[in-house]
């Protein structure tokens, strides 16, 4: 499966791995698994570690800028997002700013700043 994921309740956070060719199919997959997940909580932070995702997914921006409608975390969840190739970074980009509050998502190239970035007190 390109995506894998790990909650971590000591953090609040949910540890993701996207890898490969992923899919719109797999995103509702992951999300739809995290839903069943007893140990989830929306309010849990999101860390999506999307370096080794192919930079060609088979994603539409229109399904991008519609996730926000339907992903399992509250409004008040952060999202960091590591990426490694411009495509990526475009996407994610996308979603951050399909987002009422894209304050509470950031994307990064360097895993250590997400992490920081998450680590740090919520306002």
């Given at each position: 499966m390109?995506?894998?994921?790990?909650?971590?309740?000591?953090?609040?956070?949910?540890?993701?791995?996207?890898?490969?060719?992923?899919?719109?199919?797999?995103?509702?997959?992951?999300?739809?698994?995290l839903?069943a997940?007893?140990?989830?909580?929306?309010?849990?932070?999101?860390?999506?570690?999307?370096?080794?995702?192919?930079?060609?997914?088979?994603?539409?921006?229109?399904?991008?800028?519609?996730?926000?409608?339907?992903?399992?975390?509250?409004?008040?969840?952060?999202?960091?997002?590591?990426?490694?190739?411009?495509?990526?970074?475009?996407?994610?980009?996308?979603?951050?700013?399909?987002?009422?509050?894209?304050?509470?998502?950031?994307?990064?190239?360097?895993?250590?700043?997400?992490?920081?970035?998450?680590?740090?007190?919520?306002?």
């Amino acid at each position: 499966m390109p995506i894998r994921f790990t909650i971590d309740p000591k953090l609040r956070r949910v540890n993701a791995v996207f890898d490969g060719k992923v899919t719109e199919d797999e995103i509702v997959s992951y999300y739809d698994a995290l839903r069943a997940d007893p140990s989830f909580d929306p309010n849990f932070d999101n860390f999506a570690d999307c370096r080794a995702v192919d930079p060609q997914p088979d994603v539409k921006g229109s399904f991008v800028r519609a996730m926000p409608q339907f992903i399992p975390f509250s409004p008040t969840a952060r999202h960091a997002i590591v990426v490694a190739n411009p495509a990526i970074f475009g996407l994610a980009r996308m979603f951050q700013l399909a987002n009422k509050d894209d304050s509470n998502i950031e994307v990064f190239q360097n895993l250590d700043e997400a992490r920081a970035w998450l680590e740090k007190p919520k306002k």
